[in-house]
């Protein structure tokens, strides 16, 4: 503990601190119990896109990943358009498409009208939720491409000359050891996640970034909301950054 305070350490400390007495006692907060419960729920949606998304994209990722590493062409090469299509459009132009294209198309289908998936169609989160997880499939797609390939080939002849099937040489060996080499990119890629959530915006899902910006179209206050933005952002990036460094220290002892 005592090589953690070094100079330069208490020095940027005194420095944050400063810096939070000063946007505390020099900047308006008058607004902020009113907006509170609201801030709240903004908060709340931003963590629930960034779980549900980055969780279902990572399991779309696996297979896409595996078919790439060692599939046969026919999933192969669907599975190398897909992340190619994915990682060369912008996120905004596929959410986009996704609810003013999709979206206003289902309406002229009497089927999907009168199906009970209408009042889920007629809402904007489920095309938040898709594009967001489709987007996140595609890049953790090539990285599990890589991380499968990074294997040693020697542990999986190894398992297969002792009689080990192929379902489980690829439970018990092969994905633990690729998750274990893309963790640290999964960690890096699911900060970027949280980062891409703001769009949701556009299409009328209000999370904490749409709270901001209500704030700021009620009050014409700019800086103070923003600062809160960025506050909540830094520390949802945290605690996506001790967790993942928890589970790197966790994931080698398990897998050997």
């Given at each position: 503990?005592t090589?953690?305070?070094?100079?330069?350490?208490?020095?940027?400390?005194?420095?944050a601190i400063?810096?939070?007495?000063a946007?505390?006692?020099?900047?308006r907060w008058?607004w902020?119990?009113?907006?509170?419960?609201?801030?709240?729920?903004g908060?709340?949606?931003?963590?629930?896109?960034?779980a549900?998304?980055?969780t279902?994209?990572?399991?779309?990722a696996i297979p896409?990943?595996?078919?790439?590493a060692a599939g046969?062409?026919?999933l192969?090469?669907?599975a190398r358009?897909?992340?190619?299509v994915?990682?060369g459009t912008?996120?905004?132009?596929?959410?986009?498409?996704?609810?003013?294209g999709?979206?206003?198309?289902?309406?002229?289908?009497?089927?999907?009208?009168?199906?009970?998936l209408?009042?889920?169609?007629?809402?904007?989160w489920?095309?938040?939720?898709?594009?967001?997880?489709?987007?996140?499939?595609g890049?953790?797609?090539?990285v599990?491409?890589g991380?499968?390939?990074?294997v040693?080939?020697?542990?999986?002849e190894?398992?297969?000359a002792?009689?080990?099937?192929?379902?489980?040489?690829?439970?018990?060996?092969w994905l633990?050891?690729?998750i274990?080499?893309?963790?640290?990119t999964l960690g890096g890629e699911?900060?970027?996640?949280?980062?891409?959530?703001p769009?949701?915006a556009?299409?009328?899902?209000?999370?904490?970034?749409?709270?901001?910006?209500?704030?700021r179209?009620?009050?014409?206050?700019?800086?103070e909301p923003?600062?809160?933005?960025a506050?909540v952002y830094?520390?949802i990036t945290?605690l996506?950054?001790l967790?993942?460094?928890?589970?790197?220290?966790?994931?080698?002892?398990?897998?050997?």
């Amino acid at each position: 503990m005592t090589n953690f305070w070094h100079p330069h350490r208490i020095v940027m400390a005194a420095i944050a601190i400063a810096i939070i007495l000063a946007c505390a006692l020099l900047l308006r907060w008058d607004w902020l119990p009113k907006y509170l419960p609201l801030i709240g729920q903004g908060i709340w949606r931003t963590l629930w896109l960034l779980a549900v998304t980055a969780t279902l994209g990572f399991l779309i990722a696996i297979p896409l990943g595996l078919a790439q590493a060692a599939g046969p062409w026919y999933l192969a090469a669907p599975a190398r358009i897909f992340c190619t299509v994915i990682r060369g459009t912008p996120l905004l132009l596929q959410l986009w498409l996704l609810y003013y294209g999709l979206g206003s198309l289902f309406p002229q289908f009497p089927a999907i009208r009168e199906s009970d998936l209408w009042p889920y169609l007629r809402q904007a989160w489920p095309y938040a939720v898709v594009a967001l997880t489709l987007s996140f499939a595609g890049y953790e797609g090539e990285v599990m491409r890589g991380a499968f390939k990074g294997v040693p080939g020697g542990q999986l002849e190894a398992a297969r000359a002792m009689g080990m099937p192929r379902t489980t040489i690829l439970r018990r060996i092969w994905l633990p050891l690729a998750i274990q080499r893309a963790l640290p990119t999964l960690g890096g890629e699911t900060v970027l996640q949280l980062k891409a959530t703001p769009l949701v915006a556009t299409i009328t899902v209000v999370d904490i970034y749409a709270v901001a910006s209500r704030v700021r179209q009620d009050t014409f206050i700019v800086y103070e909301p923003l600062l809160l933005l960025a506050v909540v952002y830094m520390v949802i990036t945290g605690l996506i950054v001790l967790a993942f460094r928890w589970l790197e220290n966790r994931i080698p002892s398990r897998v050997a």
